[in-house]
Nanobody
Framework: QVQVVESGGGLVEAGGSLRLSCVASGAIEGTYVTGWHRQAPGRERELVAAITQGGSPNYKDPAKGRFTISRDAAKNTVYLDMTDLRPDDTAVYYC??????????????WGQGTQVTVSE
């Protein structure tokens, strides 16, 4: 019953910024992490940033210094604020909620993705 929906993608010029939003509808039980992943044509999907239930962020190298992940628990929303965008940031950005709860075990929920295109 949990649904994950991303929004906020678009076309921007190099050096511009975007805010992506990930909204999770429905109750999420157990311990979980919300992450932003991206996939460009011809490349494997890669993790960009993640955030815990308590708001502790983790960034991969491409995002460090340029992207900020944050969480609004009251709105069940995770944001990815992207600045100084580069053409190689062009990709479909996906939100995933992954976790574990007893007695059912592991779970993960993927969104459908939102397109980010950065022009030169």
């Amino acid at each position: 019953q949990v649904q994950v929906v991303e929004s906020g993608g678009g076309l921007v010029e190099a050096g511009g910024s975007l805010r992506l939003s990930c909204v999770a509808s429905g109750a999420i039980e157990g311990t979980y992490v919300t992450g932003w992943h991206r996939q460009a044509p011809g490349r494997e999907r890669e993790l960009v940033a993640a955030i815990t239930q308590g708001g502790s962020p983790n960034y991969k190298d491409p995002a460090k210094g340029r992207f900020t992940i944050s969480r609004d628990a009251a709105k069940n929303t995770v944001y990815l604020d992207m600045t100084d965008l580069r053409p190689d940031d062009t990709a479909v950005y996906y939100c995933k909620v992954s976790g574990w709860r007893l007695p059912k075990g592991p779970f993960d929920f993927w969104g459908q993705g939102t397109q980010v295109t950065v022009s030169e």
